[in-house]
């Protein structure tokens, strides 16, 4: 067996019950959502558990609810004896709690800087974000650059001309993001490339420059947070490179929101670095999915119930046992 990572997912892949099957099996879990509706002063548990859907798509209850249950896994891996990983990545929001799991962030910290990273998310000017699949991103960084040239031309401003590739999930699966109208034509454009294009259900340009008000504040937030040099390889979503030391993962964190997720890159950086098995822990088998586009030779485990979490172990344990 070679070197394990475990991967922590983003907003998209929220459901309503997540966590709850792991609430009601296990005391690590029960302690974590306590723990964490205790400091952020609200129900969190209660939202994950029962919704209603439409309040958990809200940017400012699914980022806490999904650290929340991705926690709530995390500890259950590691209390049930799960195999420390040697490295640790998250996608976007699935950073913050690659970090706890990293030993960089305490939970208290990781919970008030989501809460926080949230509701400027949230706050910020309207948007619209695209997948678009079947597309290389050279391709699309030209649609995307055509769109802004052409709408600049027109008297457009930069911000109304915004667009930008925000996700860099696999190869061919990436994700646009901007001014829903500038959003819209380079959409068209990747079509007309043979491109298949899934808007979003998200309010907001998340990873992209209308996002830089909210990463400027969220900056000082970032600084008032206690930050420990990491216990194993943290690979950041800002350029896909391990890092141990607290300062370095402080600065590149800080350049989250506005800049591009690129995971498809953090994914292959630790392919080369001997990572061969992939644990997925907390809601949906999103990231998995990427995973496998990248490298189907890789070992996949998912994380996010009670079956999950003993078949996951239980293998992973026999593996480790043979080598």
């Not at 008032?224 to 030391?245: E, G, L, S, T, W």
Request: hydrophobic share 40%.
């Amino acid at each position: 067996m070679g070197k394990v990572a475990c991967l922590f997912p983003g907003q998209g892949s929220q459901n309503v019950g997540m966590g709850r099957e792991l609430f009601e099996h296990f005391a690590e879990a029960r302690q974590t959502f306590e723990e964490i509706d205790g400091i952020a002063g609200r129900c969190l548990s209660k939202i994950c558990f029962e919704g209603p859907e439409d309040e958990l798509k809200r940017t400012i209850n699914t980022q806490p609810t999904i650290l929340a249950a991705s926690l709530a896994a995390w500890k259950c891996y590691e209390w049930q004896g799960g195999p420390r990983p040697d490295f640790v990545a998250g996608h976007s929001l699935g950073e913050f709690t690659a970090l706890v799991a990293g030993g960089v962030l305490a939970v208290a910290d990781a919970v008030k800087l989501v809460e926080k990273r949230a509701r400027l998310m949230e706050e910020c000017p309207k948007g619209a974000m695209s997948a678009v699949i079947g597309v290389s991103a050279q391709d699309l960084e030209t649609c995307v650059r055509e769109t802004q040239d052409q709408l600049k031309a027109s008297g457009q401003s930069d911000n109304e001309a915004c667009v930008v590739v925000a996700n860099f999930n696999t190869r061919e699966q990436l994700v646009i993001s901007g001014n829903p109208n500038a959003v819209a034509q380079a959409g068209e454009k990747a079509k007309a490339k043979g491109g298949k294009v899934i808007p979003l259900p998200v309010g907001g340009a998340f990873h992209s420059p209308l996002m830089v008000a909210a990463a400027e504040e969220f900056a000082g937030e970032l600084r008032r947070a206690k930050f420990q040099d990491a216990v194993c390889y943290v690979v950041q979503n800002y350029d896909a490179q391990p890092a141990k030391q607290a300062d370095q993962i402080k600065a590149k964190l800080s350049k989250q929101i506005p800049s591009a997720v690129r995971w498809c890159a953090s994914v292959e950086a630790m392919l080369t670095q001997g990572v061969d098995t992939f644990v997925e822990i907390g809601p949906g088998k999103v990231l998995t999915g990427t995973v496998k586009k990248i490298d189907k030779s890789a070992k996949f485990f998912n994380i996010y119930d009670a079956a999950t979490l003993k078949a996951a172990i239980d293998s992973l344990k026999e593996t480790l046992a043979v080598t």
